[in-house]
Structure formats: structure tokens, C-alpha cells
């Protein structure tokens, strides 16, 4: 019976051994150690043998017993962790895969990303960025840039009136930005340095022409400003929009709140200012002209002092220019938009194309 015993350790180290998992390790463990293994029934039937045979049967039984109770524990212990370690191995994350895909979050609307371009060449100059009023009193507007009433000049701008209490005609939706010009000075005394980019509206709607649409005016007031100075502030400010090889031309103009008045241009960016393309045909951009009109300038008219004299505005101590132009214009030039309403359709398949 002893030896039988040492037959089953024998077998049943061997099993233990050979287990690769914790459930055969389990099975092996039923097998030999369960309630019906042959080893069980030994001990169980211990009583039942002969008085002789007791002693030994029952201490090598148990003795074995025993054993292979902490072989299998020993041995699960290992086996555990190396199931545990597989199953982290296999769980692992990989740090450095590049993750799923972010969804698209959009992009900056064209004519936002020209605004903010502008901006940031403005403040780069020392210009602060001010804001005012879309929904604008006729004074501002017009008034107080010396368009008297009844001035033929209104008539050039279609404008979009407000009743206000009954009244039409006093107040409306501003044309331009120029009525930020007086309600700069009003709250700021000289040298004054600003630019307003906003929205401008007006009745008008074709392809380079919309309702609703941005301008940025510029204002620099001060002792001793020029002419001059206006021609290099525009100049510094086209060639960060344009590149650093464009030149630009003033042209007389009229605006009744500047006095010289001028257009400016830029020269054109597409033929390099010659009018014609490298294989002689002419430049469609500018039209084989070689500049591009952008907007209106010219220094500040006295009159236009006059209405902020009580701010300080002096016109026989401070002179100043003024300028204004169209940030769609820019943006269909800087982009090769052939067309303004294309930016106000709101097809991202045309939006999201400038990134
Ligand atoms: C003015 O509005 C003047 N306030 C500019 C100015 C400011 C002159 C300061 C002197 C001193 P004008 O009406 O030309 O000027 O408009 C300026 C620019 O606005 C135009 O060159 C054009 O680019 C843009 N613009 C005018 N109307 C529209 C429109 N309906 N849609 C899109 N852009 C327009």
C-alpha cells in the first residue's frame, strides 16, 4: 500500500508539473487530492486495514498529501502570475501609437483669420484694435464727418435707416467705420493710434459687393503727421499682407472728411506690377493694369477737428491721417476668390479650404 502511495506522488508530482493553466492545474488537484482520487479513498479506509499497516499507510499518506497540497500551491502562485503578467502584457497600452484621429473641430472663418492678420500687423505698429457701434447715429456717420445734411456725398452710400422712435433717417446702420474716427477722439485725447475692423453695411449686392460686409479703418493723430506717413504706414501695413516686394501708389480722391483725400493701391502681386504674365498674356488680377485699388485715405479734415475740439483736437496744434478699406476685398485677393458671397453661403467645402 505504501508503495502505492509512492506511485501516486510520483504521478501526481509529474501531473502538477505538467500543468500549463490554472484549470488544468485544478484538474490535476481534483485528480489526485479530490473527494473521489485513489489517495482519498486510502486515508478514508485507513481504519479498515489491518493494525500493522495503520502507522505507515496513514503518516506516508498524509505525508504526501500534504506535499502535494503545497506543490499545487506553490504552483498556482506561479502560474498566476504569469497569467497575470500575459494578460497586462496583452492589455498594454502603447503610449506613443498616435491616437484615433481628433474629429474636425472646423476652421477660422476666412474673413476672421484677414481681421485677425490685420490686426496683428496694426498692433505690431503700435496701434490699438477699438470697436463701435454697427446700429449708428446719422451724426457719427455723416455729421460729424463733415457731410452736412443734405450733402450730396450721403448719397453715395446707400444706407440702411432705422425708424427710432418715429424718426427715420437719424439713425442707421453705419456705412463705413469712419464714425469710430469722432468716437475715438471724443474719448481719447491726442497722439491717438487705432484701427476698427468691423462690420459696414450698405445696399448693394453684386460679386464684389455685399450688404453686409468688414472694413477696417485706420486713424493716427498726433504732432507734425504727414502725408508722408500715411504712404508708410499703408506701405508697411500691405507688404506683411502682401509680401515684402509690393509698392503702392496714392491717386487724388474725394472724401469729405479728409482734405487731401486719396485712393491707395497696392502693386499687383500675381504679375509682380507689370500688367502681363511671364508668357505675355495679360494678368487677369489686376487687369494688365498692375495695381490693385484696396480703399480710401487722406489726412483728417480741420472740420472734422472742429466737432472734437473739446477733446483736445486741436487742428492748429495736431494733424492726422485716415484710412479705410474692405477686409473681403483682401481676403479675395490674398485667397483667389473670384466672388464676395461665396465667404456668406456658408459651404464649408469652400470655407474649410483655408486653414
Ligand atoms: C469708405 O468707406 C471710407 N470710409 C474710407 C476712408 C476712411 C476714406 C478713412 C478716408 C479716410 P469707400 O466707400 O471707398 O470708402 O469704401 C472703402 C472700401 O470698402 C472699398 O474700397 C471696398 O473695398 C469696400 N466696400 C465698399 N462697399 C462694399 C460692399 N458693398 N461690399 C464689399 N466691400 C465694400
Known amino acids: 500500500m505504501v508503495e502505492r502511495i509512492e506511485e501516486i506522488e510520483a504521478e501526481a508530482k509529474a501531473a502538477i508539473e505538467a500543468a500549463g493553466s490554472v484549470p488544468e492545474l485544478e484538474d490535476a488537484r481534483v485528480s489526485y487530492l479530490g473527494r473521489k482520487a485513489e489517495l482519498t479513498g486510502i486515508l478514508r479506509g485507513i481504519a479498515d486495514l489491518p493494525p500493522e499497516q495503520r502507522g505507515p499507510v496513514g503518516s506516508t499518506g498524509n505525508k504526501v498529501r500534504k506535499a502535494l497540497e503545497a506543490m499545487i500551491e506553490a504552483k498556482t502562485d506561479g502560474l498566476k502570475q504569469i497569467e497575470l503578467e500575459k494578460s497586462l502584457a496583452g492589455d498594454r497600452i502603447d503610449v506613443t501609437l498616435p491616437g484615433t484621429p481628433a474629429r474636425a473641430v472646423g476652421h477660422i472663418h ?117 502725408l508722408a506717413d500715411l504712404k508708410g504706414t499703408l506701405l508697411a501695413m500691405l507688404r506683411e499682407i502682401f509680401g ?19 485712393e491707395f493701391d497696392v ?15 495679360r494678368c487677369g488680377l489686376c487687369k494688365g493694369i498692375g495695381w490693385i485699388e484696396l480703399g480710401g485715405a487722406g489726412m483728417v479734415d480741420p472740420n472734422v477737428f472742429g466737432f472734437v475740439a473739446d477733446s483736445g483736437y486741436n487742428p492748429d496744434s495736431v494733424t492726422g491721417f485716415a484710412f479705410g478699406f474692405g477686409i473681403e ?18 459651404d464649408v467645402r469652400m470655407l474649410g479650404q483655408f486653414s
Open 329 to 346: 476685398r483682401i481676403a479675395m485677393l490674398r485667397h483667389g476668390v473670384g466672388d464676395l458671397r461665396l465667404f456668406f453661403d456658408n
Open 244 to 262: 515684402p516686394d509690393r509698392e503702392i501708389r496714392m491717386r487724388p480722391h474725394f472724401f469729405p472728411f479728409t482734405e487731401p483725400s486719396v
Open 110 to 226: 476666412p474673413i476672421t483669420r484677414t481681421r485677425r492678420l490685420i490686426e496683428d500687423v496694426m498692433v505690431g505698429l503700435g496701434y490699438q484694435v477699438m470697436e463701435g457701434p454697427e446700429i449708428e447715429h446719422d451724426y457719427y456717420n455723416f455729421t460729424a464727418l463733415n457731410h452736412p445734411a443734405g450733402h450730396p456725398a450721403r448719397m453715395l452710400q446707400d444706407t440702411f435707416y432705422v425708424e427710432h422712435e418715429g424718426h427715420v433717417e437719424e439713425v442707421l446702420l453705419r456705412t463705413h467705420t469712419s464714425p469710430m474716427q469722432v468716437r475715438a477722439m471724443e474719448a481719447t485725447p491726442p497722439p491717438l493710434f487705432m484701427i476698427v475692423p468691423g462690420k459696414t453695411y450698405r445696399r448693394d449686392s453684386d460679386a464684389t459687393h455685399s450688404p453686409m460686409f468688414h472694413q477696417v479703418e485706420g486713424l493716427a493723430v498726433g504732432e507734425g503727421i504727414t
Open 267 to 281: 502693386s499687383c502681386f500675381h504679375c509682380g506690377g507689370s500688367g502681363s504674365l511671364d508668357d505675355g498674356s
